[in-house]
C-alpha cells in the first residue's frame, strides 16, 4: 500500500487483504527515495559528444523531436538494410518492473519485423520456465506447498529473491514438512532447514543424479507414476538410442506408437491400455528382418545414474555420504516432494543438463502435477499480445544463434549479447546498424563481452530506455527517460504462489504522477509503433483498447478492474492434475526421461554430468586459482538497481566478498579489508565479509555493482569484468557466472 503526500509517494506499507502483499522488501520501503531521486532521467537526451570521447555531452530535447528520430531513423535503416538491422532489447521481467510493458516490447520488435531481441533470458529463466519442457513440456511450475511432506530449494534463495515464498515455506515447516535447502552458503531459509547441503558450486548435476541412483536402487521411485505417466517402459534401440515403434515392428501400416515389453506376452508390444509394460531388462526384438537389442528407457537411465554411487558424489560435491543418503530418503519416505530451483542452478557453463538431472529426479519422486508436489496452478485467461504468431520461418532462421542453439532462447529470438556485438563489429551473417534497448544496463549485468564498447560505438543509432543515465546508456546516441512502476499502472493476471493467488487479477494504478517528462515503457512502444505505421497491430494507438484485447477472455472488464485498484479474484479452479488428465506438453504425451530432442542436435538424451568447466576439475592446469567464486543477490539490490538509494548505500557502501574465515586468515585477510578478486579472465575489487555459513572453498560476491556518482567512469568493482562471456552452455548460452576459478589477495 502506498501512501502519497502532496503528490510525492513518502511511504509503501504491507497489503494484508493482497494474496501476496504480506511481503514486502527493503526494496519498495525505499521506494519514495527511488521515485524521487534528482539524479532521475526527466526528460529526452540527445547526445552530442563523438562516440569514445567519454562524456557523451547529453542536451535535453522534446518527446515528439525524439519520437520522431528515433521513428525516422528506423524506417531509413530497414528500408536500406531490411528489419534485421535493427535489434531490440529488454531487461528481465522478474528482476525489474518491465513486467507490465514485456509483452508490448515484444509485439513491437515482431511487428517491425526484427528477428533479435536480447533478453537475459539464459542467465535469468530459461532454465525455469522453459529447459524442464524438455522433461514434461512445461517449466517447474509452483510447489504446492500447503500440502508438501518435502521442500527441496535447490539454488534457490526466496529471502532474497521472492519474499512471498518465505511464510508459505515457513508455515509448511509448522505443520511437519521438511525443509531441505541446496547451496554453497548457508543464508537465508538454509538457517532453519532441517538439512542444508552446502556442495560445490556446478555440481549439482552430480548430487541429482547420485540421489536418482539411490531411488532407482532401494526402490524409492514411483513406479506407478513411471509406467504410467512417462517413458520409462519405452523400448530403446542399444545400437542408435532411437525408440521402437509399432512401424518398426511391423513395417509399412504401423503407427508412431512406442513399443514396451510386455511382460504377460514376453514379447514387444505397441503401448496401449493393458498392457503389462516392463521397467527393466535386455530384450531382442525382431525388427526390419533381424533383430534388435534395446532396453526399456528406465532401465538406460538406471545405468546411468549407476554411474554415480554416493562416495563418488560425495568426492565430487564435498558433501558427506550420510547427508546425501539421509536426502534420498526423505524423497523416498517423506512425500509428496516439492521443488524450486532459479539462477543458483542456472549459470553454469552445464546447465541444460544440470537441468534435466533435476527435472528426471523430481519425475521419479512421482510428485509432480498432484496435491503437495509441483503444480501449474490456474491463472485468469489472459491473451498473450507478443505477436509471436507474425514471425515467419524466414525471420526466425535469422535470428542470430539459431543454428547453434535451435533448442534455446533463438527458437524465440531471444539472443546474447555476445552474438549481438560480434555481428555488429563484424557484419557477419548481416549488418546490425541500430539498437533500441528497453532497459538492461547490459554493460553490467552481462558476462565479460569481446568488444561491447566497440560494438555500441559502431551502431549508426543506439537508442536506451532507462529510469536513470547508467553505464550502459555512455554510448547511446538518445536516452528516453522512463516512469517507474509507482508512476503508471500494471496489469498482473495470477501472483504464482499458490491457486488463491493464480486466481488474483489486478491492474495496479499510478500512486503518483511521472517524474518531470518520463513516460511509461508502454507509452514509448504504442507511441513509437504510430510513427512507424504499426497502429493498426497496436489498436490504432489506443493503450486502454490494448488492455481490453488482453482482458476479453477473462470475462472482467477494463472498467471493473479500475473500480478494483486491489484487484479481484477469479474463480479458474486450481489446475492441479490437468497435466495427467490431458497429457503432458511433450510429444510423447508423456513425462520424457530421455530427451530425444537433444539427441537430435547431438547433447545426451539421458541427464549427465559435466565438471564446471572453471572449477579444479575442470581446469586443473590453473592451480593458482583454488578457490570457487560464485554470485548470488542480496535483499538490497538487485541486478544493477537501486545503487542510487542513499539509505541502502549508507548501510552497504561497497561491494562486498564472502569469504570463509579460514580461507580468510590464510590469506591474511581481515574482516572489511580490501581485496582483490582474481581469476583467469580478470579481475574485480571489494570489501571482504568473513562468513563462517558456507563452503571454505567458495567465495560469493555481487555482481551489478556500480558508481552511480559516475557514470561513465571505469567499473574496478564489476563482477561481470571477470567472467569469460564465451564460456557458455551450448543448448541454452547459459554462462559460466556461478562456479568459477577465482584467488582473494588484499590490497594492502
Not at 501476496?20 to 532521475?40: L, M, N, Q, S, Y
Not at 530506455?465 to 512502476?485: I, K, M, N, R, Y
Amino acid at each position: 500500500m502506498a501512501s502519497v503526500e502532496d503528490g510525492r509517494l513518502v511511504r509503501v506499507e504491507r497489503d494484508l487483504d493482497h494474496p501476496t502483499g504480506g511481503a514486502i522488501c527493503i526494496k519498495a520501503r525505499t521506494a519514495p527515495e527511488f521515485v524521487h531521486h534528482p539524479d532521475r532521467l526527466t526528460t529526452p537526451l540527445l547526445r552530442t559528444a563523438p562516440k569514445g570521447s567519454g562524456d557523451p555531452e547529453f542536451r535535453p530535447i522534446s518527446w515528439e523531436e525524439a519520437l520522431d528520430l528515433v521513428a525516422s531513423r528506423l524506417e531509413a535503416i530497414a528500408a536500406a538494410d531490411g528489419p534485421e538491422a535493427v535489434a531490440f532489447a529488454v531487461t528481465t521481467p522478474s528482476g525489474t518492473a518491465i513486467a507490465d510493458s514485456f509483452g508490448w516490447i515484444h509485439r513491437l520488435a515482431h511487428a517491425f519485423g526484427s528477428p533479435n531481441l536480447v533478453f537475459a533470458t539464459e542467465n535469468c529463466n530459461w532454465h525455469k520456465d522453459f529447459t524442464p519442457g524438455l522433461t514434461w513440456g512445461a517449466g517447474i511450475g509452483m510447489p504446492d506447498y500447503a500440502h508438501t511432506g518435502t521442500i527441496l530449494l535447490w539454488g534457490f534463495n526466496p529471502t532474497a529473491t521472492w519474499l512471498s515464498q518465505v511464510e508459505p515455506i515457513r508455515a509448511a515447516q509448522r505443520r511437519g514438512a521438511k525443509l531441505v535447502v541446496i547451496d554453497p552458503r548457508r543464508q537465508g531459509l538454509a538457517r532453519s532447514a532441517d538439512l542444508w547441503l552446502g556442495l560445490r558450486p556446478g555440481t549439482d548435476g552430480a548430487l541429482a543424479l547420485g540421489l536418482a541412483h539411490l531411488l532407482l536402487e532401494r526402490g524409492g521411485a514411483d513406479e506407478a507414476f513411471l509406467r504410467r505417466f512417462t517413458d520409462a517402459p519405452f523400448l530403446v534401440r542399444d545400437d542408435d538410442g532411437a525408440v521402437l515403434t509399432e512401424a518398426d515392428l511391423i513395417g509399412p501400416g504401423g503407427t508412431a506408437t512406442p513399443l514396451v515389453w510386455d511382460d504377460v506376452a514376453d514379447a514387444a508390444r505397441p503401448l496401449r491400455q493393458g498392457v503389462a509394460a516392463s521397467l527393466s531388462g535386455v530384450r531382442q526384438v525382431p525388427c526390419g528382418g533381424g533383430v534388435v537389442t534395446c532396453r526399456p528407457v528406465l532401465a538406460r537411465l538406471r545405468e546411468r545414474c549407476a554411474e554415480y554411487p554416493p562416495e563418488r558424489v560425495a568426492n565430487i560435491t564435498g558433501l558427506a555420504v550420510a547427508d546425501v543418503e539421509r536426502l534420498a530418503d526423505w524423497l523416498t519416505d517423506a512425500r509428496p516432494v516439492s521443488f524450486f530451483t532459479w539462477t543458483g542452478t542456472a549459470q553454469h557453463s552445464h546447465a541444460t543438463q544440470t537441468s534435466r538431472a533435476l527435472t528426471v529426479l523430481y519425475a521419479l519422486t512421482g510428485s509432480l502435477d498432484a496435491e503437495g508436489g509441483n503444480v501449474w496452478f490456474n491463472r485468469p485467461a489472459t491473451r498473450d499480445i507478443a505477436g509471436f504468431e507474425w514471425v515467419t520461418g524466414d525471420t526466425r532462421a535469422r535470428t542470430l544463434g539459431i543454428d547453434d542453439r535451435p533448442l534455446g532462447p533463438p527458437r524465440r529470438g531471444w539472443i546474447t549479447t555476445r552474438d549481438l556485438f560480434r555481428t555488429i563489429t563484424t557484419r557477419d551473417p548481416y549488418a546490425i546498424r541500430a539498437l533500441v534497448s528497453f532497459g538492461g544496463n547490459f554493460a553490467l549485468t552481462k558476462p565479460g563481452t569481446e568488444r561491447p564498447q566497440d560494438a555500441l560505438s559502431a551502431l549508426d543509432f543506439f537508442v536506451a530506455t532507462e529510469l536513470f543515465p547508467t553505464p550502459s546508456c555512455q554510448q547511446a546516441d538518445l536516452v528516453l527517460p522512463a516512469a517507474s512502476a509507482w508512476e503508471r499502472s500494471g496489469l498482473q493476471a495470477g501472483f504464482a504462489v499458490d491457486a488463491e493467488a493464480e486466481g488474483w487479477l489486478q491492474l495496479r494504478p499510478a500512486v503518483v504522477p511521472p517524474v518531470g517528462e518520463s513516460r511509461s515503457d508502454t507509452d514509448i512502444v504504442f507511441q513509437l509503433a504510430t510513427r512507424l505505421g504499426l497502429a493498426e497491430r497496436f489498436f490504432g494507438g489506443n493503450p486502454d483498447d490494448g488492455l481490453r484485447h488482453v482482458l476479453e477472455p477473462t470475462g472482467v472488464s477494463l472498467e471493473t478492474l479500475r473500480a478494483n485498484p486491489r484487484g479481484v479474484r477469479v474463480d479458474v479452479g486450481s489446475g492441479i492434475g490437468r497435466a495427467r488428465q490431458a497429457g503432458f506438453a511433450t510429444a510423447s504425451g508423456r513425462v520424457e526421461l530421455l530427451a530425444t530432442s537433444l539427441g537430435r542436435i547431438g547433447e545426451d538424451p539421458l541427464p549427465t554430468y559435466h565438471a564446471p568447466a572453471m572449477s579444479p576439475e575442470g581446469r586443473p592446469d590453473l592451480p593458482a586459482f583454488p578457490l570457487r567464486l560464485t554470485c548470488a543477490k542480496w535483499p538490497q539490490f538487485c541486478h544493477s538497481q537501486q545503487r542510487q538509494d542513499s539509505s541502502i548505500r549508507e548501510a552497504m557502501p561497497h561491494a562486498l566478498v564472502q569469504i570463509h574465515p579460514e580461507a580468510a586468515a590464510v590469506r591474511g585477510i581481515l574482516h572489511g579489508d580490501h581485496v582483490t578478486v582474481s581469476t583467469p579472465h580478470g579481475h574485480f575489487t571489494a570489501h571482504a565479509e568473513l562468513t563462517p555459513g558456507m563452503r571454505t572453498d567458495v567465495v560469493c560476491a555481487q555482481y551489478g555493482w556500480w558508481t552511480p556518482a559516475s557514470p561513465w567512469s571505469p567499473r574496478d568493482e564489476s563482477y561481470n569484468e571477470a567472467i569469460d562471456g564465451a564460456i557458455a552452455d551450448a543448448p541454452s548460452g547459459s554462462n559460466a557466472m556461478r562456479a568459477y576459478l577465482c584467488e582473494v589477495t588484499r590490497i594492502a
